[in-house]
């Protein structure tokens, strides 16, 4: 208690000196929630997004489909089963059938993947509704981004090449009838849906899919030759690039959070080195060294108090602010390919904030400490000469 | 005089390493000290009064001999026993007032008791009543920075003397006080030496401080020169 008393006595009474210090570590404590939040705002955002747009509950995948290896789809798919026909009846799961195809707008040529999806299925955002025509054209739809690359709206017409079970050459129009849009970029980039029985006829598979993404109500795992993915597996890429963007965002802040540190420690060097009388005195007045260094240590250890009190001070109404409006983006981050919103809404959670005062607190009472170890060494008689030693 | 020995201090020497050879600031001495003593240290620059009196505040030990301090040995004592020995039972009294210049009066006087987990009513009772013995009660929430050296010292006077110890030592006590201040100090140490029977040592080479002395010990190049028991009826 004296020591508290003390040491925000002496921060005080040190004027500007504290006040740079607690500044320049309250902005690292914001900056540290601040980047924190807003990565893991857009994790969830992205978990939520690719949950809703691409996995459901998870997937169940032909045991030779590789989203990374195209090739792999000429046999990565199978007939459906009378077990896995009732779970389609129950809306449990429903099938998708992938493809590569080729098509022609304005006389260019683009390679994609032809997406089979059926039209009642309510399991993904995918508009599959829009797909359930009548007209003697294959309709489909499409992503934003894909209709950007393609140069397509909805309405156009555009002419489609695929081969079929034999290897077969065919070619026909189909029409966009639909344009969606997701901020998950891996079923919109490259990516033409369309009813999955059109494509079974095409493609000459017969009640065949790739894999099936299956809803909330499904809790089987692995059935037939299918494979179960789960939504932790299907959601890895998400997490590697937080990962690797968190630990990017660490030199960031880690570079003010040390530069808030370095400042510390120097001005606990320069207390020790400055008021050796009134540690002279504190001895003289019966106070054993360790009570010293302890009562230098809160000292510089009460900095962090003070910051986390004057980074709530401008943190709360900033942060809060972001957190209910969201945070812009830049357009150009969509064409990195990773799933992300216009906005971002960061998500600062109780555990992120405790943890970061922890750090900052902890990581202030270990610089804080360093220094005051000679008081041990410190001759009494010495230090109430107010001797340079 | 007493004749109970508060003090007994035999055979001792205090060397301090100097460069690559020793220097001798204390040698071989005898002395004791009686509760309730005002007795002085004096003598010329450099003579060991402030190395004697840090030895007998346990801040320092000797190098030969023994310092017994109210029945302790100061050179066996551990760190925190010494600590537990300045707290209890001694007041330092400094030439430069050493107060926390963060701190009020007040909180100053009461500095000394916190360290002996006093409650806050306990130690407001003492500290009024240590203020009221230096007659600085109406400055209780001045910082020390607001007070005149003299009021600063009598301050220090206060925080020496709210834990009642045995013994105050007492470096220079007006070396930085002009005459006026000088003599009220010591008057007031003198008059709490009466009241309360605490045995006051101070180190010193000013003569308005030696004439309220009731022992003088001269020491000369770290030696007892002279050691004579006073008797004055004037300056009271
Ligand atoms: N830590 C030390 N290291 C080396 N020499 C020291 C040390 N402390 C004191 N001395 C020496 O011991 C001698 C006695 O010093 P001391 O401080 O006791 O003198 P003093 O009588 O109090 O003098 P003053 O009246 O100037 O305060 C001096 O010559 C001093 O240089
Ligand atoms: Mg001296």
């Known amino acids: 208690m004296v020591a508290f008393k003390l040491a925000f006595r002496n921060l005080f009474g040190a004027g500007l000196r504290t006040w740079l210090n607690v500044s320049v570590l309250s902005f690292a404590f914001v900056v540290i929630i601040f980047y924190n939040g807003y990565l893991d705002g857009w994790n969830k955002q992205a978990y939520i997004d690719t949950k809703d747009w691409e996995i459901g509950n998870g997937q169940l995948w032909h045991p ?23 779970l389609i009846s129950s809306d449990q799961l429903t099938p998708v059938l992938i493809t590569q195809a080729t098509i022609f707008p304005q006389g260019r040529m683009q390679n994609i993947l032809l997406k089979g999806i059926s039209p009642a299925q309510q399991i993904i955002k995918i508009p ?13 739809v499409i992503g934003k981004r894909m209709a950007f690359a393609a140069k397509l709206k909805k309405g156009d017409n555009v002419l489609l090449r695929w081969r079929d079970k034999n290897g077969t050459f065919d070619a026909k129009e189909i029409q966009v009838v639909d344009v969606f849009s997701s901020n998950v970029s891996t079923i919109d980039n490259g990516n033409i849906w369309i009813p999955i029985s059109q494509l079974q006829q095409m493609t000459g598979f017969e009640n065949e899919a790739t ?34 963007k968190k630990a990017g965002s660490v030199l960031i802040y880690g570079l003010l959070l040390i530069i808030a540190l370095l400042a510390i420690f120097d001005t606990q060097v320069l207390s020790i080195f400055r008021r050796q009388k009134e540690i002279g005195t504190y001895i003289a007045l019966g106070m054993t060294r360790w009570k010293v260094i302890w009562i230098f240590t809160i000292e510089g250890s009460a ?13 709360i109404p900033i942060l809060g602010y972001l957190q ?29 904030i405790l943890s970061t005062i922890l750090l900052v607190v902890i990581s202030a009472t270990i610089v804080s400490y360093f220094p005051t170890r000679r008081i041990s060494k410190l001759n009494p008689t010495d230090a109430l000469k107010g001797k340079i030693s | 005089m007493e004749n109970r020995s508060l003090i007994s201090i035999s055979n ?18 005898n002395l ?11 003598g010329p620059s450099g003579s060991g009064k402030t190395t004697l009196l840090n030895i007998i505040g346990s801040l320092d030990i000797p190098s030969d001999g023994t310092a017994e301090v109210l029945g302790k040995s100061i050179s066996t004592l551990s760190h925190k026993q010494a600590a537990m020995l300045r707290n209890l039972n001694i007041g330092f009294i400094f030439q430069t007032y050493n107060l926390l210049p963060v701190y009020t009066v007040f909180e100053n006087v009461e500095f000394a008791l916190l360290l002996q987990k006093k409650t806050f ?67 007031t140490m003198k008059r709490l030496n009466k009241e309360l029977k605490t045995t006051f040592i101070f180190a010193t080479h000013d003569e308005k401080v030696m004439q309220y002395l009731d022992r003088i010990i001269s020491l000369k190049d770290g030696e007892i020169e002279k050691d004579e028991f006073v008797n004055h009826a004037k300056n009271e």
């Open chain 1, 303 to 315: 900095h962090s108090i003070l910051a986390i009190l004057l980074g709530s001070l401008y943190g």
């Open chain 1, 64 to 86: 030779t489909y590789d989203p990374y290896d195209h090739y792999s789809l000429q046999d990565a798919h199978a007939p459906v089963s009378g077990n896995i026909q009732k």
């Open chain 2, 12 to 29: 001792l020497s205090k060397r301090f390493k100097v460069g690559n050879g020793e220097f001798l600031a204390l040698k071989n001495i």
């Open chain 1, 211 to 244: 894999l099936f993404v299956v809803d909330k109500t499904y809790t089987a795992g692995n059935i037939d030759l299918w494979i179960y993915k789960d939504t932790h597996f299907l959601l890895k890429e998400i997490d590697d690039i937080i990962e690797s």
């Open chain 1, 324 to 352: 209910i409006k969201g945070i812009p983006l830049p357009k150009t981050m969509d064409s990195y390919g990773i799933t992300i919103g216009d906005r971002i809404f960061p998500s600062f959670s109780i555990g992120l």
């Open chain 2, 121 to 187: 009513a306990e130690r407001k009772i003492a500290v009024m009543e240590a203020l009221d013995w230096v007659g600085l009660t109406d400055k209780v929430k001045s910082k020390p920075s607001q007070l005149s050296g003299g009021e600063c010292q009598r301050v220090a006077i206060a925080r020496a003397m709210v834990k009642r110890p045995q013994i105050v030592l007492a470096d220079e006590p007006s070396a930085n006080l002009d005459a006026k201040n000088s003599h009220h100090i010591v008057q």
């Open chain 2, 32 to 42: 004791s000290i009686a509760e309730g003593e005002f007795t002085g240290l004096v």
């Open chain 1, 128 to 140: 599959s509704k829009s797909l359930d025509t009548a007209g003697s054209i294959i309709p489909a």
